[in-house]
């Protein structure tokens, strides 16, 4: 072994994450986020960039040009979430951190939307992701070099590496070592597992299938002014405890402490356009009933997959009479979900599967092509921990009502369920549109999603099932339930070298509008069977750094100024000693 | 009346013969607590002994369902009498105590708590309730009998067996796609069913778990105040075990 990596085993969880203070701006009574030094700009200040959206891509992006001494605003059309006020550990009581607002969703295979891929709120819908943090592989920026499907990313994995290992020191990420993709360490050491989990990776390596402990968003250990994960199982719910990462806790305070506004409860309904320089100038949006215009130099909307070509397709105007950066037809297209089946076990011990973090160990074994499956790319396998709703639903998916439904209720403590993410492909005619005659509350034309699969994400489910079924046989399961679905949202904006197929190019700048950017999971053009949030972050991460680059290299001299003006705020002081 | 076998999943619908799952009469009798019709899987635990220890916010939320049942606001006389008597079904509550599932579901309707879709070829959520009412109606009147809510118990099942099965037909079935309105019905339902603590107490769920957590996660583990699984302890050996230290 060398000495570095003993030097890194030794200092496993100690590790300060370099420029940002989030987890120690925090405070240690209380979970919300501290606001009352927060800036505050007027409307009718240019500043110099507007974000749409306080998730993944859009808290990332806020604080790491805020401490590049950009003025941003960021908007968000949820609330600023207390974890003390505002959540519950409570399954049903959880409704209000999804997107609830009308959508229609449509096509041959459907997908339900709201609980399980919408987020509403600072923090996005990372505050109810179960916490997975996988990075993509190398393979997935090339899948269709590699496996003649799909389309190559403009970048390359090597393009996100170091942002991924920022992120995984950030957030922080806990896990075992990573033999999967580009092999690497965690930052914080793998969690405990519980019973279920165990049971399952047992039946796993009987197989011949290696399943890992992570990663996963949640320090082992206390963090900053961020306690300890206590175990409970509801980080779908929203973490009360503050263990688990979201932008809430791991970006936004130091966003803030940096001069950024973080303005929640602002639906933004149009990105204005300029139509004699083709550029935009700030957005409009509403506030208590009232429309408001926020001035700004540029516009990055990371609304996620559904909100942000919803967005794009609103804001038409004389130049672009179909919808923002849409001259060829791109927004909105593309926008895929992972086939997501859940299968559980019926074991003779109890299990107490909502006991424990959902996430607890994986699988990226099958994640690339193997042609002896008889399709291209894989799935990866985890482990979900579905509370009594949830698994009742999954119950009466598999055609028990009744005196059988309770029966299996019943039961709960003695099953245990596993999840995989299968990679479907992006096809153009999987997509957003505006609906017609439909509008919600505020009059704004919904959003309708078409959805279905081709033949290889049949064959790619059908066989992620029948591995699933093959561990749980394996591990001394005496029943097993499956019930198909989805999970998550990318694509919809994707990036890529050519304009006529795309949406925004190499550095999310849109093709046909210089100061218009997409930050979120929607300039995805694959999407692996990755957990997207990571992946998210980093993109967000990067393009910061590319804004950040192009702004010192031709910005002007007042950016200049206010850079340095901003980078001579008093340090902030560090709660904690740490 | 035999005890059962846990460790055994002989119990379990798909493990017997014809799918039919075991009868609940044979469990005990709930012991500490309220389950819905008193099934005791886990006859002496009670989840709501455990507030004391649930933060205020979970605290006030749940407690809301046990102590305030809300009166139907949103569906009329007719359809709440039609869709009651198919959430009793639907989730076999054959007596008292019930769950009040339709008032649960009509508040959150009424309060236009919707969840976040609906498919292109489907009403709103609300719409979709109303429609499966009067068509369960329509159906149960197809077996001769005068509402859904007036058949006898055998119709009944007969008729929410092809809901499930989504073979329903004829009048609102033909522009209601049946088994999209199942999905949007028993995803109310059961949402409704399964957040209440009665629910918890039936299946031995730990409930909220904030701020205190859970420390015993292996296999087989509990907590101290989860609760025991019924015939767990043998009571012939546990009694000749308990005189032999007694004495």
Redesign the interface.
Known sequence: MSLRHELRTLLRGALRPPENDSAFLLDVHRRAVPQERMARYDDSYPVDLVIVGAGAGGGTLAQRLARRGWKVVVLDAGPFWDP??????????A?KL?????????GED?V????NN?GRGVGGSMVHYAGYCPRFHPSDFEVCTRDGVGEDWPISYYDLKHHYERLELELPVAGEYWPWGDPHRYPHTAH?????A??ARGGARKLGIEMRVGPVGIANGSFGNRPH??????CLQGC??NAKASPLVTHIPDAIEHGAEIRANCMVTHVELDESSGRVTGVRYLRDGHERFQRADAVAVAGYSIETPRLLLNSTSARFPHGLANQNDQVGRYVMVQGAPHIAG???????M???PPPEISSEQFYETDERRGFARGFSIQTVGP???EH??HV?GH????????????????WYTLGVLSELLPLPENRVTVAGGVTDQHGIPVA?M?YSQCENDRKNIAFAKRTLHDIFEAAGA??V?VTDRYAHLVGGCRMGSDPERSVVDADHRCWEVPNLFVADGSVMPTQGSANPALTIMALASRLAERLDLKRSSGGSESARQSRRSRRSRPVPMRAGGG | MAGRD????A?????RPG????S?EE?PRQRNGVTPQM?G?YPDYNVLDEVDH??E??RR??LERTENVPRIRFFSHGEAATLGAFCD????QDREPKIPVLNMVDAKLFAG?????????MP?DRETWRRVAAGLDAAALQHGSIDFAGASQEIK?QV?EAF?EGTLHGQVWDELPPSRAWKVV??GA??????HPW??N?????G???????????????ERW?GA?AFETDPVKDTERRRVQGT
Not at chain 1, 229 to 234: A, D, E, N, P, Q
Not at chain 2, 19 to 22: D, L, V
Not at chain 2, 89 to 92: D, E, S
Not at chain 2, 208 to 222: E, N, S, T, V
């Open positions: 003390d006020r505002d959540w519950v550990s409570d399954e049903a009581g409704h999804y997107w609830t607002e009308e959508r229609i969703t449509g459907p339900e939307l709201g609980k919408s405990p597992i519980a019973g279920g165990d049971a994960c206590i175990y409970r199982g509801f009360k405890v019926r074991f003779p011990e109890e299990m107490r909502y006991k424990a509370l009594p709703i009742a639903q009466i055609g028990h009502w009744g005196r059988a439904l309770r029966e299996y209720m019943r039961d709960y403590n003695h309708r078409d005496q029943d339930l | 846990f460790r055994e999943a119990h379990l619908p798909n493990l799918g039919e799952p075991a609940p469990l099934h899987r649930w933060d916010v979970t939320v749940v079904v639907l989730l076999a708590e919707l969840d976040g879709f609906r498919f292109a070829d709103d099942e929410v499930a028993t995803r059961l949402g409704a069913f399964y957040s629910a918890w039936e299946i031995g769920f730990g909220p778990a904030y701020p205190r957590g859970y420390a015993r996660l292996g296999i087989g583990q509990r989860e699984s």
